[in-house]
T-cell receptor, first 111, second 114 residues
Framework: AQSVTQPDIHITVSEGASLELRCNYSYGATPYLFWYVQSPGQGLQLLLKYFSGDTLVQGIKGFEAEFKRSQSSFNLRKPSVHWSDAAEYFCAVNTGNQFYFGTGTSLTVIP | DAGVTQSPTHLIKTRGQQVTLRCSPKSGHDTVSWYQQALGQGPQFIFQYYEEEERQRGNFPDRFSGHQFPNYSSELNVNALLLGDSALYLC?????????????FGPGTRLTVT
């Protein structure tokens, strides 16, 4: 069965520090992978996506993610976090028919 | 270009009642998916509509039903509401291009069942 695991429920980082949010997936075929961000009371905004090709993908707001097939991972990174990045982050897998989301990682940014 | 819109923003209902939520997709999109997001959880897929038919369905009971109209807008209906139906209901639209479906989400409808 398809599944997405985000092992970190909550992460706190200082403004200006680097960030890495972990995502592992379980899917038998080549996955389509996504990262979304959700601010309180808002819908989900697409940060970046991986379909094929270069395993390092760039997204909006300075985020990037790297697809590692051998580790079944798609970790999200940002070199320098801004206070406005505080939000909930969701990793998702698209099997072609359905999206499966992880349970999310809540990011707190401290001054 | 308006993105995905949903109405109402918030809704309070009593157990046993019925509710209808509405969604207008992004311009040019023909597919609508509905998700339930319980507090502290990731979105759970309810179902997807394309060409006015339900194409895929997640693990939700028949109390959850939907409809898609010729203009691609969609409704989600929930009958016999339970306390556990309290959640943020998200609508996402996409343009079906083979199996590569990139979704755009609306702001959601917050449903509270008392």
């Amino acid at each position: 069965a398809q599944s997405v695991t985000q092992p970190d429920i909550h992460i706190t980082v200082s403004e200006g520090a680097s960030l890495e949010l972990r995502c592992n997936y379980s899917y038998g075929a080549t996955p389509y992978l996504f990262w979304y961000v959700q601010s309180p009371g808002q819908g989900l905004q697409l940060l970046l996506k991986y379909f094929s090709g270069d395993t390092l993908v760039q997204g909006i707001k300075g985020f990037e993610a790297e697809f590692k097939r051998s580790q079944s991972s798609f970790n999200l990174r940002k070199p320098s976090v801004h206070w406005s990045d505080a939000a909930e982050y969701f990793c998702a897998v698209n099997t072609g028919n359905q999206f499966y989301f992880g349970t999310g990682t809540s990011l707190t940014v401290i001054p | 270009d308006a993105g995905v819109t949903q109405s109402p923003t918030h809704l309070i209902k009593t157990r046993g009642q019925q509710v209808t939520l509405r969604c207008s997709p992004k311009s040019g999109h023909d597919t609508v998916s509905w998700y339930q997001q319980a507090l502290g959880q990731g979105p759970q897929f309810i179902f997807q509509y394309y060409e006015e038919e339900e194409r895929q369905r997640g693990n939700f009971p028949d109390r959850f039903s939907g409809h898609q109209f010729p203009n691609y807008s969609s409704e989600l209906n929930v009958n016999a509401l339970l306390l556990g139906d309290s959640a943020l209901y998200l609508c996402a639209s996409s343009f079906l291009q083979g199996n590569l479906i990139e979704q755009y989400f609306g702001p959601g409808t917050r449903l509270t069942v008392t």
